[in-house]
Nanobody, 125 residues
Framework: QVQLVESGGGLVQAGDSLRLSCATSVATFTINYMGWFRQAPGKEREFVAA????????LHADSMKGRFTIFRDDAKHTLYLQMNSLRPEDTAVYYCAADLRGDASVSEGSKYRYWGQGTQVTVSS
């Protein structure tokens, strides 16, 4: 069992930056893929980014490439999402996910075993 606790959300203005954190109850390098997803009101859950067990291989959604970066600190058992140049359309609840099943696509949220409770990010124009 893996517990995930997100933090770092808040209310910011367009163009600002935020760093989300996801603290894990186990060593991050033991987890088969970790990812970030988001869900805006009235919309489906959306893939944001994923990080492989090796801590090096990443995948970012096209709309967030160059603005968002996923990375982790193994010493702190924490996954991060650095978000720069935020836009109002980035407003959503952001969720951390862990432990991808088998050979599933990293962007398939339903294939992750563990989820955090989410953290709200609101970007004003």
């Amino acid at each position: 069992q893996v517990q995930l606790v997100e933090s770092g959300g808040g209310l910011v203005q367009a163009g600002d930056s935020l760093r989300l954190s996801c603290a894990t109850s186990v060593a991050t390098f033991t987890i088969n893929y970790m990812g970030w997803f988001r869900q805006a009101p009235g919309k489906e859950r959306e893939f944001v980014a994923a990080l492989a067990r090796n801590g090096i291989s990443t995948l970012h959604a096209d709309s967030m490439k160059g603005r968002f970066t996923i990375f982790r600190d193994d010493a702190k058992h924490t996954l991060y999402l650095q978000m720069n140049s935020l836009r109002p359309e980035d407003t959503a609840v952001y969720y951390c996910a862990a432990d991808l099943r088998g050979d599933a696509s990293v962007s398939e949220g339903s294939k992750y075993r563990y989820w955090g409770q989410g953290t709200q990010v609101t970007v004003s124009s």
